[in-house]
Structure formats: C-alpha cells, structure tokens
Nanobody, 119 residues
Framework: QVRMVESGGGLVQAGGSLRLSCVVS????????VGWFRQAPGKQRDLVAR???????NYADSVKGRFTISRDNAKNTVYLQMNSLKPEDTGVYYC?????????????WGQGTQVTVST
C-alpha cells in the first residue's frame, strides 16, 4: 500500500514562494502518476500538477508558469515548487497517486499541508 506524507506549507505573502514535499512509501505502478491536489476553503479538491514515473508533467491552467512539479527518485520524494503565489492559491495541499487510465486520484488521503497566501 502506498503512503504519502506532505510537508512544507506555511504562511507567505503574495508574490512569495514555497516548496512542498511529498515523501512516498511503497511502490507506484506505471499506470499511476503522482499528483499534487489543492482544496481551497469551501471548494472541491482539484489536481494542480502531476508527474509520471517517466518524468512527464502536466499542470492546471491556474498554476502554469508559476508551479513546478519534480521528483527525486533516490529520496522517494515529489516536490511542488510554487512561485509568484497568489491569495487564490490558499488551501490545503495533498499529494496522492493519480491513475492515468481512470483519470482519478487514489482513495486514501493524507493530512495535507496548509498553504496560506496573504495580500
């Protein structure tokens, strides 16, 4: 069973940067990417970025050009570098597997990490 633990959130002013980390325990099949998801207050959880085992990346339009997802296989860690942060980036960020066939996340979620962007 795959387990993921998120960290790196915090409070930052608009225009600032944060780097989130997701430590992955367990094996991820090739049909699954690793995704970062965001849940803003009162809203559904949305995929903001994903990366495949081969390193291919995909981003939500709202974060393109500002966020970068990457992975360090030696450390079993997936990162989300967030630059030029905006107040609308505020939310709880989660990592999870993202099944590329069903285009859906895994069933289990961790506790996430809170990102708050102030004006």
């Amino acid at each position: 069973q795959v387990r993921m633990v998120e960290s790196g959130g915090g409070l930052v002013q608009a225009g600032g940067s944060l780097r989130l980390s997701c430590v992955v325990s367990g094996s991820i099949s090739g049909a699954n990417a690793v995704g970062w998801f965001r849940q803003a207050p009162g809203k559904q959880r949305d995929l903001v970025a994903r990366i495949t085992s081969g390193g291919s990346t995909n981003y939500a339009d709202s974060v393109k050009g500002r966020f970068t997802i990457s992975r360090d296989n030696a450390k079993n860690t997936v990162y989300l570098q967030m630059n030029s942060l905006k107040p609308e980036d505020t939310g709880v960020y989660y990592c999870n597997i993202f099944n590329l066939l069903r285009l859906a996340p895994g069933d289990s979620w961790g506790q996430g990490t809170q990102v708050t962007v102030s004006t």
